[in-house]
Nanobody, 121 residues
C-alpha cells in the first residue's frame, strides 16, 4: 500500500557528507513514522534514525548521534537523512522504512529497496 524509494547514496571520503532521500507513494495519507536502518556486509541490520509523522520527535542510534539528522517534508512525502562527518564504519546499505508506531513497531510495515553508502578512508 506504500512504496518507498531511496536515493542519494554513493561514494564519499571520510569526513564528507551525503543526504539520503526516501520518497513515499501509495497510501501516503496515513500518518506513518518513518526512519532509516542500515546494514553493513556480514552484519545485522541496525536502527539508525526515526522521525514521527509530524516531525516533532526524532530518535538516533548512538553511533550516528550528533552526525546524522533526520527530517521529513510531508507535503513532498519524503524523509531525509543528512549524514555529516561520515566514517568508514558508516559504510552500509541504508533502508528507509514507514511504520504506524514511533519510533518503530515490529514488524515494520514498509521497507524501501535500499541505497548503498560507501565511505572511503
Amino acid at each position: 500500500q506504500v512504496q518507498l524509494v531511496e536515493s542519494g547514496g554513493g561514494l564519499v571520503q571520510a569526513g564528507g557528507s551525503l543526504r539520503l532521500s526516501c520518497a513515499a507513494s501509495g497510501r501516503t495519507s496515513s500518518r506513518y513514522a518513518m526512519g532509516w536502518f542500515r546494514q553493513a556486509p556480514a552484519k545485522e541490520r541496525e536502527f539508525a534514525a526515526a522521525i514521527s509523522w509530524g516531525g516533532g520527535m526524532t530518535s538516533y542510534a548512538d553511533s550516528v548521534k550528533g552526525r546524522f539528522t533526520i527530517s521529513r517534508d510531508n507535503a513532498k512525502n519524503t524523509v531525509y537523512l543528512q549524514m555529516n562527518n561520515l566514517k568508514p564504519e558508516d559504510t552500509a546499505v541504508y533502508y528507509c522504512y514507514a511504520d504506524p508506531g514511533y519510533p518503530l513497531q515490529l514488524p515494520i510495515d514498509y521497507w524501501g529497496q535500499g541505497t548503498q553508502v560507501t565511505v572511503s578512508s
